[in-house]
């Protein structure tokens, strides 16, 4: 069992910038796909984008390629969402999930953090 905590979440304006951090422990990190996932009040949990556990292979949700880039630093247990440009519709509560293997449903992913919020305001 992996345990996974966000942080970096907040309030920032339309354009602007945050970065997201996940700390896991509990389980040989590099051994674990990364995945970010989000959720919007009244919407389902919805794919944001993953990593390997290598860090060699990432795949974006379309509507935030270009703007976001994952990261992983296996020594710090730790990965990184940074977020660029950012839109209200990216406004959610963002969660970290670990798996053996990379996933891309909410219901495959063994290992979830709290969650972090981000407001993003015009």
């Known amino acids: 069992q992996v345990q996974l905590v966000e942080s970096g979440g907040g309030l920032v304006q339309a354009g602007g910038s945050l970065r997201l951090s996940c700390v896991a422990s509990g389980g040989t990190f590099s051994n674990y796909a990364m995945v970010w996932f989000r959720q919007a009040p009244g919407k389902e949990r919805e794919f944001v984008v993953t990593i390997s556990g290598r860090g060699d292979f990432t795949y974006y949700r379309p509507s935030v390629r270009g703007r976001f880039t994952i990261s992983r630093d296996n020594a710090k247990n730790t990965v990184y969402l940074q977020m660029n440009s950012l839109k209200l519709e990216d406004t959610a509560n963002y969660y970290c999930?670990?798996?053996?293997?990379?996933?891309?449903?909410?219901?495959?992913?063994?290992?979830w953090g709290q969650g972090t919020q981000v407001t993003i305001s015009s």
């Open positions: 999930g670990a798996s053996r293997t990379i996933v891309f449903g909410a219901e495959d992913v063994e290992n």
